[in-house]
C-alpha cells in the first residue's frame, strides 16, 4: 500500500499569510489521483481538490494543488481566520486508497 | 444538495457487534455513479478505510477489516449500513458515511460528500 507522510506536522502561520503543505508518496501515485481535505474541530473533513489540482465545487481560488508522481502541494494563498483546520492528503491511484497523517495549520 | 447522515448505538461492549445507518437524502442511492462508503478516525488520529458498497449490493472492505466487517445497502430506505462484528477499545473512532463519485474504484476514490459523522466508543 502507498504511504502518504504529511509535512510539516504543524504551521503555525498568521492570518494573511501564505501555506504550503506537502505531501509525500512513498511510490509514484498514477494518474495524479491526490485529494486534499480540510477538517475543523468536530466536523467532518471537507474536499478541497482532486485529481491533485482541480478544485471541488464551492472551494475559494485561494486554495491550489500541484505536483505529480511521489510529491504533491497545497497551497493557500493568504490565510483567512476561517482556514486554520487540520488538512489531510489521500491517493486513490493505487489500492487501497490511504491517507496522510494530517498537517495542523495555526493561528501564530 | 446530497447529505448523509450516520445513525446508531454511541456505545458497544467489546466482543459485541457495532451497527450504524447512513441515510441518504437529496439524491439516490441507487445512482449508477456513485459508491457509498465507511470511514473513521480514533479519536486523535486519521482517517481509514472501512469499505464501500454499490447500490446492487457489490462491496469492497479493507483487507485489515475485512474478516470483521458487512456493508450492506437498502435502496427502498436510501440507507446503506455497516456492522463491525467482535469489535474491541480499539475500534473506539467517529465513523463517517460517504460518497465516492465513481463506479470503477471502489477501494478507492476521493469523497465528496460526508455525514457529520458519529462516536461510537468500545466499553463495558
Known amino acids: 500500500e502507498i504511504v502518504l507522510t504529511q509535512s510539516p506536522g504543524t504551521l503555525s502561520l498568521s492570518p494573511g499569510e501564505r501555506a504550503t503543505l506537502s505531501c509525500r508518496a512513498s511510490?509514484?501515485?498514477?494518474?495524479?489521483?491526490l485529494a486534499w481535505y480540510q477538517q475543523k474541530p468536530a466536523q467532518a473533513p471537507r474536499l478541497l481538490i482532486y485529481?491533485?489540482?482541480n478544485r471541488a465545487t464551492g472551494i475559494p481560488d485561494r486554495f491550489s494543488g500541484s505536483g505529480s508522481g511521489t510529491d504533491f502541494t497545497l497551497t493557500i494563498s493568504r490565510l483567512e481566520p476561517e482556514d486554520f483546520a487540520v488538512y489531510y492528503c489521500?491517493?486513490?491511484?493505487?489500492?487501497?486508497?490511504?491517507f496522510g497523517g494530517g498537517t495542523k495549520v495555526e493561528i501564530k | 444538495q446530497l447529505q448523509l447522515q450516520e445513525s446508531g448505538p454511541a456505545l458497544v461492549k467489546p466482543s459485541e457487534t457495532l451497527s450504524l445507518t447512513c441515510t441518504v437524502s437529496?439524491?439516490?442511492?441507487?445512482?449508477?455513479?456513485?459508491?457509498w462508503g465507511w470511514i473513521r478516525q480514533p479519536p486523535g488520529k486519521g482517517l481509514e478505510w472501512i469499505g464501500s458498497?454499490?447500490?446492487?449490493?457489490?462491496?469492497y472492505y479493507n483487507t485489515t477489516l475485512r474478516s470483521r466487517v458487512t456493508i450492506s445497502v437498502d435502496t427502498s430506505r436510501n440507507q446503506f449500513s455497516l456492522k463491525l462484528t467482535s469489535v474491541t477499545a480499539a475500534d473506539t473512532a467517529v465513523y463517517y458515511c460517504?460518497?465516492?463519485?465513481?463506479?470503477?474504484?471502489?477501494?478507492?476514490?476521493?469523497?465528496?460528500?460526508w455525514g457529520q459523522g458519529t462516536l461510537v466508543t468500545v466499553s463495558s
Open positions: 460517504a460518497r465516492l463519485p465513481t463506479q470503477w474504484l471502489p477501494d478507492r476514490y476521493y469523497l465528496d460528500y
Open positions: 437529496g439524491g439516490s442511492i441507487s445512482s449508477t455513479t456513485s459508491f
Open positions: 458498497v454499490y447500490y446492487n449490493g457489490n462491496t
Open positions: 511510490q509514484s501515485v498514477s494518474s495524479s489521483y
Open positions: 485529481g491533485a489540482s
Open positions: 489521500q491517493q486513490y491511484g493505487g489500492s487501497p486508497g490511504t
